[in-house]
């Protein structure tokens, strides 16, 4: 799956869809558009602030620009969650594993290791062939009888 297919598949074919199974290439390329959007937002706005700011930096086209990264940041939030929900489920573990692991995250200790857990988690191969949630995103072809 290449870098636009990804794309358009998790937002606008799979936008908040938590069944199913997501591949490496998938969430990766997806992650990338994310930040690659935010990097040009957050140069956007650093060129205006510098451009015209005063003392403060702070202008109306900063601050619109600040708000279009706020709304874009709202609107990536369910992706976001459903394209890592469905890679876990590529792995055979259960998307509630995430979200324990999430809410884990906000504990000041255990950030780094819930962190480093979804991360490992996001970077394994998934199982091959079809498990309980779906078939293989790979190869959707390899039926569960040719393992059996």
Do not use: C
């Not at 358009?8 to 990766?28: C, D, I, N, P």
């Not at 620009?65 to 929900?85: N, R």
């Not at 995250?105 to 490992?120: M, Q, R, W």
Request: charged share 15%; net charge positive; proline share 5%.
């Amino acid at each position: 799956m290449g870098f636009t297919e990804a794309v358009r598949t998790v937002l606008m074919q799979k936008y908040a869809t938590f069944s199913g199974r997501a591949s490496r290439s998938e969430v990766w390329w997806f992650q990338l558009f994310y930040w690659l959007i935010l990097l040009a937002l957050g140069v956007v706005a650093a060129l205006a602030a510098s451009a015209t700011g005063g003392p403060d930096g702070f202008s109306s086209l900063v601050i619109a620009v600040g708000g279009i990264a706020a709304l874009f940041v709202l609107a990536m939030i369910l992706p976001q969650l459903s394209v890592q929900v469905r890679r876990f489920h590529d792995r055979n573990i259960s998307g509630w594993w995430f979200l324990a692991l999430f809410i884990l995250s906000f504990v000041p200790y255990l950030k780094v290791i819930a962190g480093l857990t979804i991360f490992v988690i996001t970077v394994l191969r998934g199982t091959d062939g079809p498990n309980r949630f779906g078939p293989d995103p790979l190869r959707p072809e390899v039926r569960a009888e040719v393992f059996a």
